[in-house]
């Protein structure tokens, strides 16, 4: 039997990078995914590797609180969705700041609230939220609203813990240093010299590369499965040794 056998998982933003590298490992350990996206083409992709997937802006509530009634009996969920914004506090329109809190903070607070009654009913869930390095725990240049909301997805993630510990609840924040996704990929050539850009993410990180989204998979397997029971509340750096030097 696998690690994550018959779990019912919920993945968002699975698309691409690290939350399709962690839909991809769920389904490997046997559960059944979910696999949820706002790009149709990029969910076609994971359809065709026999991983159920739905249409979902963690941006609608309505649409979450639609998905979790069709999903009451869901064990695991990976809130992955988030959106990296460019720039210090005087960058930062009204504007910029709403996005980023609706899609990187507010979205999470949308998708817990929606399928924890089901968890709490069936007895217990792990919920494992998408944080990141530059948060509560290290700042980094121009990341000025990004570290904003991913410091308050640390917050949430604690308030949950605490609240549903007793009842079979787990709730984790996973915070990445810089991974090979995607969506990195289209920042390094906004740039307008990618080379130099990946030299400097790459610098910063001791161990003198990138990480891949398989590696930070890994850890979302960990603590989505019964592995990782007497773990709750906190924040789980994985970041080829950034924070620590
Ligand atoms: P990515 O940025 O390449 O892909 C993001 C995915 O999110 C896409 O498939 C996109 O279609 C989807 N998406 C965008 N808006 C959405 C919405 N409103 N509703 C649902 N889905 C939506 O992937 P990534 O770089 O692996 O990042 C995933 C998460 O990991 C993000 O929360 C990001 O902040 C976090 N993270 C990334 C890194 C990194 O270096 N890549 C480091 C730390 C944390």
């Not at 460019?86 to 979205?107: K, P, R, T, Y």
């Not at 939220?129 to 725990?137: F, K, L, Q, R, T």
């Not at 390094?188 to 990138?210: E, H, N, S, V």
Request: net charge negative.
């Amino acid at each position: 039997a696998g690690r994550l056998q018959d779990k019912i998982c919920v993945v968002t933003a699975a698309g691409q990078g690290i939350g399709r590298a962690s839909a991809l490992a769920m389904q490997a350990e046997g559960a059944q995914v979910i696999a949820t996206d706002i790009n149709s083409r990029t969910l076609g992709e994971l359809a065709e590797q026999g991983i159920e997937t739905r249409h979902l802006n963690v941006r609608d509530s309505v649409a979450v609180q639609r998905l979790a009634a069709e999903l009451p009996r869901t064990d695991v969920l990976f809130n992955c969705a988030g959106f990296v914004a460019n720039g210090s506090i005087l960058d930062c329109s009204d504007e910029d700041w709403a996005f980023s809190m609706d899609v990187n903070v507010s979205s999470m607070f949308r998708m817990c609230k929606a399928f924890l009654p089901g968890m709490i009913a069936k007895g217990g869930g792990s919920i494992v939220n998408m944080a990141s390095a530059v948060s509560s725990i290290i700042a980094a240049p121009d990341r000025f609203v990004y570290g904003v909301t991913k410091a308050g997805v640390i917050g949430l993630t604690k308030a949950i813990a605490a609240d549903f510990a007793t009842q079979g609840i787990r709730c984790n924040a996973i915070c990445p240093g810089t991974v090979d996704s995607p969506s990195l990929e289209e920042r390094l050539r906004a740039t307008g010299d990618y080379d130099k850009a990946r030299a400097a993410f790459i610098a910063r990180q001791p161990m003198g590369r990138l990480a891949l989204p398989e590696e930070i998979a890994h850890l979302v397997v960990y603590l989505a499965s019964d592995e990782s029971a007497f773990t709750t509340g906190h924040a789980h750096v994985i970041d080829g040794g950034w924070t620590n030097v």
